[in-house]
């Protein structure tokens, strides 16, 4: 299934495919004044900083009559990962940092409350949001964080389970129905 924001080589045939090393996906300041040694993640930041310098600097821009940029796709580092073909390149270098590091780098951010380990921080923001709001505890003290779970763990929760089920269900159960629910629940 292809990304519609942000679609892969396979797309488009005519795009730029682009191959950056492990080091180069991981480093947060990719461009580096010369003379303060002040680091930006974007080119164009850094063009702009070297104005305060009074440094000669450049920033794209396209004319009129220019022909648009050639799209780039990035193919993952690691040998056998899917994302090393070009064919299924990813369309954005934020989107292939995020795969490398999810898929292949150190999951360096620990959740305080479960101990879950994630490498990429907004992983984490999103599970903290969810965490130890829903538990559900069987009767020999297991916590679970899914109601299915505490069913499986416990053989006597099952049949009690699909006793409530066949009577609730039943086409017998008849003006009972409601009663035994009430008693049940």
Partial sequence: ML????????????????????????ATNRFVCEV???GFQRDQNLQLHRRGHNLPWRLRQRGPGAAPPRRWVYVC???GCVHHSPARALGDLTGI?????????????ACPRCGKRYAVQADLKAHAKTCGTREYRCDCGTLFT?????????????LLLLLLFFLLFSPR????????AFFLV
């Fill in 97 to 109: 940092k995020k795969h490398f590091c999810r898929k292949h780098g150190e999951k360096r951010w």
């Fill in 77 to 79: 580092p690691e040998p």
């Fill in 146 to 158: 899914r109601c299915v779970s505490v069913l499986a763990c416990s053989p006597l929760a099952c």
């Fill in 36 to 38: 303060c040694g002040k």
């Fill in 3 to 26: 990304d519609r924001r942000c679609p892969s080589a396979a797309a488009d045939p005519d795009a730029e495919v682009i191959a950056l090393s492990p080091g180069t996906l991981l």
């Fill in 173 to 180: 159960c008849g003006r009972k129905k409601k009663k035994l």
